[in-house]
Structures are given as structure tokens and as C-alpha cells.
Nanobody, 128 residues
């Protein structure tokens, strides 16, 4: 079956950087829009960033604009989230997600219910 396997994450001090990876298998990666969401304790899962099938279109939550960068490598079937200037409020479990779509409607990209497949989640903890 389709698999999204995440790596990266961990503990970092405020101002530091982390890179998350999400390797996919058993899907035609270039047919999928990809995204990252996060979920803090006691809160709902929230949109962080999304990227279209080609990598030419991206979308970010206001809280991470200018600090996080989403990218993809269609030759490796992998999506990345580079997180710089991390803040304690970035602390959460981060999930990658895949939606079989080659169209690009921002209102769909931020909606977690649009996504077909999810990674296992990885903890990111930013200490102050």
C-alpha cells in the first residue's frame, strides 16, 4: 500500500534549524500535491505548507512565512520541509500529507480533509 515515511525532527533551541523529509512509495509522486501539517498538544491539526506536483507553486501559513521552505524532489519521490529560525510555538508533531491532484486551489491545499495519505508524524520540540 501507499507509504509516507517521515524522518528528521527532534529537539532544537530557539533560533535553530531542522529539516524534515517525507519519502513516499507506491504512488505516482508527480501526480500528487504534498503538504505539511502540524498538531500541538490539545490542538487541532493545522496547515503549515503545501507544494504542487511540479514544485512551482507553494503556499505557507502566515506563522511560518519567511522561515520555512517546502520543496520536493520528484526523482526521489520525497518532499522536504526546511525549518529555520524556529520558535517555541513551532513545537508540535509534524505530518506530511499527499493529495492526488495536479490542480492548484489554495483553499483546498490548507484543508486536511483533502489529503488522501498521511505520514506517521514526527516530533519537533523547540526549547526557549
Amino acid at each position: 500500500q501507499v507509504q509516507l515515511v517521515q524522518s528528521g525532527g527532534g529537539l532544537v533551541q530557539a533560533g535553530g534549524s531542522l529539516r524534515l523529509s517525507c519519502a513516499t512509495s507506491r504512488l505516482i509522486f508527480s501526480n500528487y500535491a504534498m503538504a505539511w501539517f502540524h498538531q500541538a498538544p490539545g490542538k487541532e491539526r493545522e496547515f503549515v505548507a503545501a507544494i504542487n506536483w511540479s514544485g512551482r507553486s507553494t503556499l505557507y501559513a502566515d506563522s511560518v512565512k519567511g522561515r520555512f521552505t517546502i520543496s520536493r524532489d520528484n526523482t526521489k519521490n520525497t518532499v522536504y520541509l526546511q525549518m529555520n529560525s524556529l520558535k517555541p510555538e513551532d513545537t508540535a508533531v509534524y505530518y506530511c500529507a499527499a493529495d492526488q491532484s495536479t490542480t492548484w486551489y489554495p483553499q483546498e491545499r490548507v484543508d486536511l480533509y483533502e489529503y488522501d495519505y498521511w505520514g506517521q508524524g514526527t516530533q519537533v520540540t523547540v526549547s526557549s
